[in-house]
């Protein structure tokens, strides 16, 4: 088939690789109705095949090449593609579920569905991965949905329809990897590639059974050369599929043995005897024999009561152990006489309620040629053509940095399917990141990630593509492992904690002070790399020694050294924006009494007021009766000289006070906001440094109030480089 596309008119080759027959029909779908163009047929010349199962790929691929050769002579023109169904011998089934929400009402359309389809179809390999403990490796050839809902109720068709959420159960099939690649080789060997897969239990079904039936709970069972492959309905739905591993071999051999002759000889006796009048046959002696159909089926009783058995056993078991209201019967082994009673009677319902499938399942089946054959033999060779245009599953070959690999073809493959089939490590597609860096910084651990590599380089057909480029039968793939970034790296600098510099004014000039920190005992600049496992301490202040080191300068041993006008020594600790004075001069403010100094703090201190006791109140109402009566002169106006002296005691006063002050830093809703105005801070302290509206609260919430991501109080304890999170909720 030259053509790709599904479209009306095109042919489609379907091929039935039985275990003694292989039958290969051409034809195109119209509307309801599928036309027959060319069909033939090929009988294995030895047991190249057995139970359904391919034993001697070549003769298989040999017998499929004179099939397509036979069929081209007819049609005039080339075959290139086909479509293919493998036997249940080995069919392992799974039932499945899944759900598509949809964040408010939606139309579902045919993507939607898809998408559904393929989260249960997902589910069900995970199942049945999980469940597979025999080392086999196994495929999902097929799956049939079982039933939609829609919004949690049953219906049959959801597109069109709006819904919040849509579900599916469905029954997925999965058979072994070598029974697949076995029919892919033979294919290959007749110089085809594979269309379609399908499994034969679905094939006859798609042809057997119109979906009005399927409302019933019916059971088809296609009778085969090596296998009896069984499907049940119910309720407008495929429910369940099984099969056992006896069929019209079984019966071949007993006629054998019981008439003398040999397996082929055998074989045309069983057929003939589904058919009415006298059969003729030679035994292996050489004598020629005539026996009738009934006799026949008294040879094969016992082995057609034993087949029926079975086959009733498993259609009980499939169908939650109980019989079903009807049974079809397809496929050449279930011709026999007395096959069909035999199944009614063990399943326990009328004879004519089991039958076997002929003309009728042909109804919308238009032959365009001469003698062609409609009975239950050709039913799976026509659902194998018409289950192409449902193409759900089909394998695909491509070839991946040199290695040949097969994917079941969903429609919507891309190279990162290629590549987690062929095995290639998922973290060799995706940029790798450099190691990370981890250390602690005031008690507190830190992590610095590292930096992203370059992801993988794909080429498909020489271009370069995505992971998530669709790929196609046949390409060539070429994947590049992706790469690893560079360590994690940082500087002290580079901290939030850091902050910038420190400032302090020294002899009336400004001096900008580089912040230093403590790493591991040892001081360290903000151009230190920081190592994993570092203990990080930030400094926030220079002693006065460190400060005459970074100014250079040689000091008298005499000099006199005062920090915030305080009389200090070199070992003092100076925060930002202190003073430091050096000088000969004696600068000692000792004679300022202890109430002016209260009185002083308590005036400059009024962004943050202390509740003050009565007799601090009474201490000082006295001291300022006392300052406000020798403010002024002899003549009543103000001693300048006296105000002077007072405003250089108070500033020094608020300055020492000041010295006192604890500065920390702390993350406020992902913001660095610094704190400087008090020795110690509770959590409801930071409003005094944000802008946080505590008055106007939102209709209808609450403040939410966490530290370091856990909720917190109000009098909760701040601590330099605590993150705290502040919203109305």
């Not at 005539?290 to 040879?299: G, L, N």
């Not at 199944?343 to 004519?352: C, F, L, V």
């Not at 409609?374 to 089909?394: A, E, H, M, R, W």
């Not at 302090?504 to 360290?524: R, S």
Request: aromatic share 8%.
């Amino acid at each position: 088939m030259a053509e790709k596309k599904k479209n009306p008119g095109q042919l489609v080759f379907g091929l039935d690789i039985g275990t003694r027959s292989i039958v290969g029909t051409v034809g195109y779908r119209t509307d309801d109705t599928f036309h027959v163009v060319a069909q033939c047929e090929r009988k294995h010349q030895t047991r190249a095949m057995l139970d359904g199962q391919i034993h001697d790929i070549e003769k298989v691929g040999n017998t499929i090449r004179e099939v397509k050769q036979d069929l081209e002579a007819i049609l005039g023109k080339q075959l290139y593609e086909v479509c293919i169904a493998a036997a249940g011998r080995v069919l392992r089934t799974i039932n499945s579920s899944a759900t598509l929400e949809f964040p408010e009402e939606t139309t579902i359309d045919a993507e939607h569905i898809y998408t559904l389809e393929m989260l249960g179809v997902e589910q069900a390999y995970d199942d049945f991965q999980a469940a597979n403990n025999t080392g086999i490796k196994f495929y999902c050839v097929g799956y049939t949905v079982v039933r939609y809902y829609m919004n949690g109720y049953p219906i049959t068709i959801l597109e069109r329809h709006k819904a919040n959420n849509i579900s599916v159960d469905l029954i997925a099939t999965f058979l072994p990897d070598d029974v697949v690649d076995g029919l892919y080789k033979a294919v290959e060997i007749a110089d085809l590639e594979v269309a379609n897969l399908t499994l034969e239990p679905i094939a006859a079904m798609t042809a057997a059974i119109p979906s009005m039936y399927r409302m019933l709970n019916i059971a088809l069972v296609d009778v085969g050369a090596g296998t009896s492959d069984i499907s049940i309905t119910k309720d407008g739905s495929i429910i369940a599929y099984g099969m056992i591993p006896k069929a019209g071999d079984e019966l071949t051999e007993v006629i054998a043995k019981g008439l003398l002759l040999d397996f082929n000889e055998a074989e045309h006796v069983k057929i003939d005897a589904s058919k009415k009048g006298t059969i003729k046959y030679t035994d292996i002696m050489g004598n020629e024999h005539k026996i009738e159909p009934k006799d026949v089926a008294k040879i094969a009783t016992e082995v057609i009561d034993d087949i029926a058995k079975d086959v009733s056993d498993k259609i009980k078991e499939l169908n939650g152990d109980k019989p079903v209201s009807a049974v079809f019967v397809v496929g050449g082994g279930g011709k026999i006489a007395g096959f069909t009673e035999a199944i009614a009677r063990e399943m326990g319902i009328m004879a004519e309620r089991v039958a076997v499938r002929g003309e009728e399942a042909f109804k919308n089946v238009d032959y365009q040629f001469e003698g062609a054959i409609q009975d239950s033999t050709y039913v799976t060779p026509i659902g194998i053509c018409l289950n192409f245009y449902d193409q759900k599953n089909n394998f695909i070959f491509v070839t991946f940095n040199d290695k040949r690999i097969k994917l079941y073809d969903n429609g919507h493959l891309t190279v990162a399917d290629a590549a987690m089939q062929a095995g290639f490590p998922n973290e060799g597609l995706f940029p790798k990141r450099g190691p990370d860096l981890n250390f602690v910084v005031n008690g507190k651990p830190h992590m610095v990630r590292g930096e992203v590599g370059e992801g993988a380089v794909v080429r498909q057909e020489g271009k370069e593509v995505s992971l998530t480029s669709p790929i196609a039968a046949g390409d060539r793939i070429v994947v590049e492992e992706s790469t690893e970034g560079s360590p994690a790296s940082a500087t002290i600098g580079s901290l939030l904690e850091y902050g910038s510099t420190i400032s302090v004014i020294v002899n009336d000039k400004k001096i900008d002070l580089p912040k230093f920190a403590e790493v591991n005992g040892n001081l360290q600049s903000e151009f230190y790399d920081i190592q994993n496992g570092d203990d990080i301490r930030m400094l926030t202040y220079y002693t006065v020694a460190q400060i005459i080191e970074f100014m250079d300068v040689m000091l008298n041993p005499e000099m006199n050294i005062y920090v915030n006008n305080k009389k200090a020594d070199k070992d003092t600790k100076c925060y930002d924006n202190f003073s430091v004075i050096w000088t000969m001069e004696d600068l000692s403010l000792s004679d300022v009494s202890e109430e002016e100094a209260e009185s002083a703090k308590a005036s400059l201190n009024q962004k943050a007021p202390a509740r003050k006791s009565e007799e601090e109140l009474y201490e000082d109402a006295v001291s300022a009766e006392s300052i406000r009566n020798s403010d002024y002169a002899d003549d009543g106006t103000l001693d300048e000289e006296y105000v002077e002296y007072k405003q250089q005691k108070e500033e020094a006063r608020r300055l020492e006070e000041e010295s006192q002050y604890t500065t920390i830093t702390v993350l406020v809703n992902g913001d660095p906001v610094t704190m400087d105005r008090k020795s110690d801070y509770v959590y409801v302290d930071v409003f005094e440094y944000i802008d946080f509206d505590l008055k106007n609260r939102p209709e209808g919430k609450g403040i939410v109030t966490l530290l370091n991501g856990e909720k917190a109080l109000f009098t909760e304890e701040l601590k330099d480089g605590d993150s705290l999170d502040i919203r109305w909720e």
